[in-house]
């Protein structure tokens, strides 16, 4: 029994793309911790050690409630990541998922704000207003490039704009708080659910919006992995010409990719204000989530699962970071660098690639691998 | 583990301790009082803005020794409030702000009389000659309105006394939307100075270097805020102070003297000192510190009851007798 | 009398592949010498050795006697060897001057002396009869003006080893016997040339020597009047060659595929590239379209297949018009398209074979089930093509389309195409950069379609397979078809005639 | 305003002043993507170049050392090569390793806001660099007195503008009247044409990247010094900005100049209007104005990009082996 696992391992190490996909990546993440630890090192050598340490442990620090914390920070980012990759895999760099967050945002909270009579439904209809104004934003770059051959990279850092600064007017127009200078507070009803009470104590605030992003993973991947539509939306990412060949509608494609990505930041934009105590403000700045997303996806290899591991690891060194504050005096840009630097390793994955299939095919005894 | 005790803590809104406004100000009365009684302090940052991310980050500082935590700005209000409770050996000073749920006996709420600072300004910009007047705030939050509002009493006032018309008119009279810096917001500044602008008084903490730096392209001045910023850029005029320093000194002061004024709103105006401009007038010409004093100790005496509103903007014009008002309602609370 | 190249037990490996094996050749002064193999024997490598393209693994070069290292092609220049490569290594959008002096600019003071390049290259032009405009974009010219600018780019560098790698494959017989002549000249001013061709006949016209490869090996050098044809073909594929495929006639039944005028633009200049095209193709016939690359093949076949839009006349499919079909609907209704570039349009390189094997088909009800993939009767599928058509490859139905050989990506390509049965078989040079026995294999495939009574259009360069293959020929010149012909009653110089536009008659299809 | 034309002495200058950092940025974009390297790193570059410019620029103020207008040359200068040098991270990963462009670039895009708050913050206790002067010119000598031209372009200026439009001219002709341009550019159409010509495709791309993060810098210094007194870790979106301007310039630098005049025209209409008679009273949202510029250029875009033209070889990592 043993021995079979041992050599279903080593087929995976020696046959699956993943094996060393993975391997390069935790290379990367490697790489992008020592170069953290030796800017500490040089800044505060007595801190260093204990600033790493502080990094990689904080998610636990406060037991269930900053485990829980770090799940739910990770939860705009994984969804935003996904959003990216998803779009990434079709061959769309959709650098416009602060937009679509943003309007989706808004119109999460305008209906969390309004329609008080759904009852139970409210905060589940909410996310829903979100997914489709995200999308309605991000089909546009979708359009405008299936039918106007616009680069859709212009097109989203446009809209990007476009999207914070109308988002500020809309509130201002139909949700806004004098007092607060900002957004008014959704009804308890639309705020999603706790989980607290399932999986932590009640000092976290976790919520349905992991259960949510689960749910995105999932969908995703059986979308990219499973079936006809995957199929195509693949197809024409990897090569426009060979899918007009085979009949696949190339345009249509590419706006349902972009209207997707755009649906996915919109939820990441309800998750972030369906909550208590967080307001949507009117200053006109583009959310940094959006931004996030793109480094998290490309952590993740545009794989929804790889995303849904990265955004957890990102999540979990802003916990850290922000121990950090009390373990060390290391101001909390030390975690943006390091996670800089592991996307940047991450960019080296090829090179690692080889070099680890290199070093697979020396450890590996070709006997246990029984090539079929 | 092992980490070091900090016994006096702040925790920043958004934006950083090197704000160069309010933030800057709160946490370097921090350190001055700190240093000058060698008690341990730290700052802190919540991972996000929200009411549960305020929670944490107070909750990290009292895990790290605090025991008394310093919260500048009105977004607090919440999470102190359930901090408050959920801590009650623990010691809370709200700044600009009341807690929701109202003062526990473990807080002080400070309050600053921002209208009375605005006055000041207006008033001292006049006195020097401005006659068409301009005010860019970053967003409209209490504090920002009502600097607005004793900014545009404060002018009127003086010019009365001079028997001077001034131009204040509404589409001088914005908020921004951003509380930082941008070629927007300095190109915006520069089209009002192009169009005639005298001054502007720019209530917008980061966003205001870009008022100066149109201010020095136009080669006129602007007001600065919270904090004396005259050493940012010599386009400043004077700033609207309000005195965060002695503020926290107060509480710190009580609160380390076993007489913490727990429970308690200190609102902190011209009758104490709270608010001001900086007393060097060197880049006046026609006002002086013996004008700006006689002025002070009327507002402070209350002989001039600064209006806070618009509301008591309108009734402070008809009962001093002012007239010309061009800014709306609508324009001061959009 | 020194050599003026000596390369010595040359050896060089690719991944999976050992291109050169111990090979050595000789290059006399004023020689013209021929390098003959079959395709994937070695020849461009040897001579991208010899260019400095490819770093050696093993052997040496002299230069006049003398060793040297070729580490790039600057040391190539220098030594005075050039090289016009079988895939031209041009830059489309650039002028044919810029593409002429790249790399080996004069300029003034940094500056790029333009002017003078000018002259030098138009004074070079007239010398050899080298007609072009300096001016034009490469996009712009024909396929035998590009390759006068690649001949102009080695004389600009006056180099006097000159490297022919397949020039002839591009050129009607016309053009060729010019080119021929033009290397005579060369070799007159004391020029060496190298003649890389498959073509014997060519080898006999003009080369004195003629060194022969096989499956990377050197097989030998011969004097080329000493032997026969025979004796160098068999050299070349290692047995006797039997110079033609067993084939019946043909029995046409009715029109499955009919044009009427059709015109198409090309995308760019908005200019029409296939003007007033007419044929009908009738079930049980190979019905060949000859033609020099560039005169519009490409474009009616994408015409015809709907990668392009008809801009003007009419298609007919089983007698309904399809002029505005949509590329799936022309796909289901019956048209299978071996496409010109496989790399482009045949694969999605980066697909596992498997589902390369499925790329029409995805949708179709045998794979999929309410949008969810049957994955193991995709395999199967996989698998009986791959079995039927003999393609080899590392994974099997896994293997990355990528890492397969163009033979093998091409067998697939087919695989899939003729297993769609569909009645009508596009096949645009189905067997370009193929091996004999591959392209044996397609050929003979071929006309078992037609045998087996489905209607099969095949374009194509090489006349002698235009020859072998087809039932009846047209040609096509400058977006026009300029003759209909009986391959029984014409021979490949009078199609050169038509193909390179100096004859055209009205054609009634 | 009294009249038209102290409109266009109010506006020119402005205008100027944003197409400038915006032109030489997206042209530094163009160095880079013309040899084929896809470059988003530009917002990134532009940070570090401020970044380390402003310090340097910073303590020369201080110390009073230089001419005013000196202290601005040498940060431009100070930008231009922190730039280059990050820049060629970016090379190392996307040509060496044969990187994914796009991950590389946005790694420096995270990397040097976070490193320029922390290092500035460890060593000056503040995120925020002031300059602590102003390098605005008031009026030019002499020029400042012709008619007309004297007030649209020698008053109230900056020295970088003056320099960032003599780049321009220089990098223009250096892209197509010399040796090394018609290589940079030959390198992202037909990288094996080029190979096969002797040109080295590895250094050539090299230079590009490089030149792309020198102009980026140097891009990042203008910025600072043209719309603020300070630096706070960030040039707000300009380079992403300027990316599209590259793009909506289609590659090529007349496009790119007057994709960045279109672009800067709508953007200081879009925020000067208060100051601008007629518009002023009208009573339309700020935010109205604030998008203008954004969507004006989306709907160009829709009518500019039906055949657009990228470089053709562009995001390939060079392999001589592939054929
Ligand atoms: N860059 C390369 N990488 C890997 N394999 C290569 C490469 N170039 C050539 N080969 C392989 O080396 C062998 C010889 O190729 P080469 O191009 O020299 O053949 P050739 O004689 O020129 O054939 P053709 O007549 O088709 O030009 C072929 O199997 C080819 O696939
Ligand atoms: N660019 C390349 N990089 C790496 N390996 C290559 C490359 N091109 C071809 N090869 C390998 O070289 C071998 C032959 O490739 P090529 O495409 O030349 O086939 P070929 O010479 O046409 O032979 P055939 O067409 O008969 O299969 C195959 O193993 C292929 O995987
Ligand atoms: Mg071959
Ligand atoms: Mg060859």
């Known amino acids: ?372 | 583990g092992g980490a070091d005790t900090f016994e006096i803590a702040m925790i920043t809104d958004y934006g950083d301790i090197d704000d160069e406004s309010f933030n800057q100000g709160t946490w370097e009365g921090i350190v001055e009082w700190a240093e000058a009684n060698d008690k341990t302090y730290a700052y802190y940052r919540p991972s996000e803005v929200s009411d549960a991310a305020y929670l944490e980050s107070i909750e990290l500082a009292i895990s790290a020794g605090a025991r008394i935590v310093i919260t500048p700005g009105f977004l607090f209000s919440a999470a102190v409030g359930e901090a408050q409770t959920l801590h009650p050996d623990v010691s809370f000073v709200l700044i600009d702000a009341v807690p929701n749920g109202g003062v526990g006996e473990n807080t002080v709420s400070v309050l600053f009389a921002e209208h009375e600072s605005g006055f000041l300004a207006g008033y001292a910009a006049v006195r020097n000659g401005a006659r068409r007047l301009g005010f860019m705030g970053g967003i409209a939050v209490p504090a920002v309105v009502r600097f607005g509002v004793g900014y545009i009493a404060g002018a009127y006032y003086a010019a009365d006394e001079l028997g001077v018309n001034i131009s204040f008119p509404a589409n001088r009279y914005v908020y921004l939307g951003t509380f930082g810096p941008s070629d927007e917001v300095r190109t915006r500044a520069l089209s009002w100075y192009q169009d005639g602008s005298d001054i502007i008084f720019a209530a917008a903490g980061g966003a205001g270097t870009s008022v100066m730096s149109a201010a020095e392209a136009a080669n006129k001045f602007m007001v600065g805020v919270d904090v004396d910023q005259s050493y940012l850029s010599t386009s400043v005029l004077t700033s609207a102070m309000k005195d965060l320093g002695s503020a926290v000194a107060t509480a710190l002061d009580g609160f380390f003297g076993d007489s913490f004024p727990g429970g308690q709103t200190l609102t902190l105006g011209a009758n104490n000192n709270g608010v001001a401009l900086p007393n060097d007038f060197s880049r006046f010409v026609d006002f002086t510190t013996v004008d700006y004093n006689t002025l002070y100790s009327r507002v402070a005496s209350g002989a001039i009851d600064v209006p806070a509103s618009h509301a008591e903007l309108v009734s402070f014009f008809s009962a001093q007798g002012l007239t010309g008002l061009d800014i709306g309602a609508s324009d001061i609370q959009p | 009398m020194i050599p003026v190249i000596e390369m010595r037990n040359i050896t060089k490996t690719f991944p999976g592949i050992k291109a050169n094996d111990n090979v050595s050749l000789e290059l006399r002064p004023g020689e013209i010498h021929a390098l003959l193999g079959e395709n994937g024997a070695g020849k461009s490598t040897l001579m991208s050795v010899l260019f400095g393209l490819y770093p050696l693994d093993e052997g040496s070069i002299l230069v006049h006697g003398e060793e040297v290292e070729i580490k790039n092609p600057n040391d190539a220049n220098k030594l005075g060897i050039g090289m016009v490569h079988q895939h031209f290594k041009l830059l489309d959008n650039f002028s044919v001057l810029e593409n002429i002096i790249l790399g080996f600019e004069d300029t003034h003071r940094g500056f790029l002396k333009y002017d003078e390049a000018h002259q030098k290259v138009i004074a070079l032009s007239e010398k050899y009869k080298l007609k072009v405009d300096p001016d034009a974009l490469i996009r712009n010219i024909s396929v035998g003006q590009q390759q006068r600018v690649e001949i102009l780019k080695m004389l600009y560098r006056d180099a006097d080893i000159l490297i022919f790698d397949e020039p002839t494959a591009v050129l009607t017989p016309q053009e060729i016997d010019e080119l021929l002549n033009i290397m005579r000249n060369l070799t007159e001013e004391g020029k060496s040339i190298i003649l890389i061709t498959h073509k014997l006949k060519e080898i006999r016209m003009i080369a004195d020597r003629c060194t022969i490869l096989r499956k990377g090996k050197g097989i030998g050098t011969v004097t080329v009047k000493d032997v026969t044809n025979e004796k160098l073909a068999e050299m070349m594929v290692g047995r006797k060659v039997i110079f033609n495929v067993d084939k019946g006639p043909s029995k046409p039944k009715e029109i499955v595929l009919e044009a009427e005028g059709l015109t198409v633009f090309d995308s760019l200049t908005r200019q029409s590239v296939v003007k007033d095209v007419s044929f009908k193709l009738r079930e049980g016939e190979i019905l060949t379209i000859a033609g020099i690359e560039g005169n519009g093949q490409t474009e009616l076949v994408y015409g015809l297949t709907g990668l392009k839009p008809i801009a003007s006349g009419k298609l007919l499919l089983h007698g309904e018009d399809a002029t505005t079909w949509s590329i799936k609907k022309r796909n289901e209704e019956g048209i299978a398209h071996i496409p010109e570039d496989r790399q482009k349009y045949g694969l999605v390189l980066d697909f596992s074979l498997e589902n390369n094997m499925i790329l029409q088909q995805y949708n179709d009800s045998r794979f999929h089930h309410r949008g969810f993939f049957k994955f193991d009767a995709i395999r199967d599928y996989a698998e009986r093509i791959i079995e039927k058509y003999d393609v080899r490859s590392g994974k099997g139905p896994l293997t990355y389309a990528r890492s397969m050989s163009g033979g093998n990506q091409q067998k697939a390509i087919l695989g899939r195409e003729i297993e769609r049965q569909t009645n009508i078989v596009i096949a645009v040079q189905p067997t370009r950069g193929l091996d004999v026995g591959a392209i044996e294999f397609i050929h003979n495939t071929l006309i078992k379609l037609r045998d087996e009574g489905k209607a099969v259009l095949l374009i194509s360069l090489e006349l002698d397979e235009v020859m072998t293959l087809s039932d009846r020929i047209l040609v096509m010149y400058e977006g026009e078809l300029v003759g209909a012909f009986d391959p029984k009653k014409t021979d490949e110089y009078e199609l050169g005639l038509y193909m390179s536009g100096s004859k055209k008659t009205e054609v009634l299809s | 305003m009294s009249s038209f034309l102290d409109l266009m002495y109010f506006l020119v200058p402005l205008v100027i002043a944003s197409i400038v950092p915006l032109a030489i940025v997206a042209l530094g974009g163009l160095f880079s993507e013309s040899t084929g390297v896809i470059n988003i790193a530009l917002e990134g570059i532009m940070v570090m170049g401020a970044f380390v410019g402003i310090v340097v620029m910073r303590l020369l103020v201080i110390n009073e050392v230089f001419p005013l207008q000196m202290i601005a040359f040498i940060g431009l200068f100070i930008g231009a090569i922190s730039g280059g040098l990050y820049a060629t991270l970016h090379a190392f990963a996307s040509i060496n390793m044969k990187a994914n462009q796009i991950i590389s670039a946005t790694a420096l895009n995270l990397f040097a806001p976070a490193l320029s708050i922390f290092t500035a913050r460890f060593y000056f206790g503040t995120s925020n660099l002031n300059i602590g002067a102003n390098f605005l010119i008031r009026e030019v000598p002499l020029l400042s007195s012709i008619p007309v031209i004297g007030p649209l372009l020698f008053t109230d200026a900056f020295l970088s503008t003056y320099i960032g439009v003599f780049i321009f001219a220089v990098a223009i002709t250096l892209l197509y009247k010399t040796k090394l341009g018609l290589r940079l550019r030959s390198v992202g159409e037909n990288p094996h044409a080029a190979d096969s010509l002797g040109i080295n495709i590895y250094k050539i791309r090299y230079i590009g990247v490089i030149i792309s993060g020198m102009l980026a810098g140097m891009g990042g210094v203008i910025f600072v010094l043209s719309f603020a007194t300070r630096f706070s870790g960030t040039v707000s979106g300009f380079g992403f900005l300027a990316l599209a301007v590259m793009i909506f310039g289609q590659w090529k630098p007349k496009g790119i100049l007057l994709a960045a005049l279109f672009f800067a025209a709508v953007r200081v209409l879009a925020n000067a209007y208060s100051g601008i008679p007629g518009l002023q009273n009208l009573t339309i949202p700020s935010e109205i104005y604030s998008m203008l510029p954004y969507v004006a250029t989306l709907v160009a875009l829709a009518f500019a990009s039906k055949n657009s033209r990228a470089p053709k070889a562009i995001g390939e990592p060079y392999d001589p082996g592939k054929r």
């Not at chain 1, 008014?184 to 706790?194: E, F, K, Q, T």
């Not at chain 1, 990441?268 to 480094?295: D, H, K």
């Not at chain 1, 660098?337 to 450890?363: D, E, G, H, P």
């Open chain 1, 1 to 372: 029994m043993k021995k079979w696992s041992m050599q279903g391992f080593f087929k995976w190490l020696n046959n699956s793309e993943s094996s060393t996909k993975v391997i390069s990546s935790i290379i990367a993440i490697l790489g992008g911790l020592l170069v953290g630890f030796l800017v500490m090192l040089a800044i505060d050598p007595s801190k260093a050690g204990i600033g790493l340490w502080t990094i990689l442990t904080g998610t636990f620090r406060d037991g269930t409630r900053s485990f829980g914390q770090t799940i739910h920070y990770s939860v705009p980012i994984i969804l935003t990541g996904i959003s990216v990759a998803f779009a990434f895999r079709t061959g769309l760099f959709n650098i416009g998922a602060t937009g679509q967050l943003t309007m989706g945002a808004f119109a999460a909270v305008y209906v969390g704000i309004n329609w008080t009579f759904l009852g139970p439904l409210h905060w589940i209809v909410a996310v829903i207003a979100g997914a489709l104004v995200g999308a309605l934003w991000g089909s546009i770059p979708g359009l405008l490039k299936a039918y106007r051959n616009v680069n859709e990279v212009v097109a989203s850092i446009m809209l990007n704009y476009i999207g914070s600064f109308l988002s500020i007017l809309l509130i201002k127009t139909y949700i806004y708080n004098q007092e607060l200078a900002r957004a008014l507070s959704p009804a308890a009803s639309a705020y999603l659910p706790r989980l607290s009470q399932l999986i932590t104590t009640h000092r976290s605030s976790l919520n349905f919006g992991f259960i949510i992003a689960l749910i995105v993973v999932a969908v995703t991947h059986i979308i990219l992995n499973k079936t006809t539509f995957g199929y195509q939306l693949k197809s024409v990412g990897f090569n426009r010409d060979a899918s007009r060949y085979a009949g696949i509608n190339e345009k249509r494609n590419i706006i349902l990719a972009m209207t997707i990505s755009g649906a996915i930041a919109g939820i990441a934009g309800a998750t972030m204000y369906l909550v208590p105590g967080r307001l949507m403000t009117i200053e006109s700045s583009l959310l940094q989530e959006g931004f996030t997303g793109i480094a998290i996806s490309l952590l993740g290899l545009s794989s929804p699962i790889g995303v849904l591991f990265a955004g957890l690891f990102y999540g979990a060194l802003e916990m850290g970071g922000f121990y950090l504050q009390v373990t060390t005096r290391f101001v909390p840009q030390i975690i943006e660098i390091i996670i800089a630097v592991i996307i940047y390793f991450s960019a080296l994955a090829l090179f690692f690639q080889k070099y680890v299939q290199f070093v697979i095919n020396k450890v590996v005894p070709e006997s246990e691998v029984g090539h079929e």
